[in-house]
């Protein structure tokens, strides 16, 4: 809720590195900041049930993603993870879009990042070129752009596993989206 803190997630987590019945863990609170993900990260490195990590809103942020992308590198139980708030942007995308590129078993990739610029999209971009088990993306709230678009559109473009792709409110005009359409037919 609203006032989940860091401790709160942090004592979620040392419950979690020893559960072995909790498949799907989703959180959010507004007074998270990147401990949170650092605790998450940790619990994940010890916690092989969970398959699906839900992670929205707080201040996160950058560093937060990046406790998170560490884990995402190895971890072969996260088939779908969510992650996004005010302060995701590009650095935060960009280190999840790197460990994506080795992860063989995230199926399912969800970001929302108000900061997130054309970089975030260039990086998932590159990350598509290479990965080749997700088979749905979700982008929302970033201002990507148009440039960031043609990055992603990239990566598509080699990329023969992605089913499903959503992307809203991230500021794409009429040259990025004829680029994702011409990769998308």
Known sequence: GEYLGDAGVASIAKALKVNTTVRELGIRGDNMTPEAGRALGEMLNHNTTITCLSLFHGNIGDSGALELAKVLVDNTSLNAVYIGGEYLGDAGVASIAKALKVNTTVRTLGIIGRKMTP??????????????TITCLSLVNGNIGDTGAQGIASGLSQNTTLEKIQIEDSCIGATGVSALAKVIQ
């Open 119 to 132: 970089e975030a999209g260039r990086a998932l971009g590159e990350m598509l070129n290479h990965n080749t």
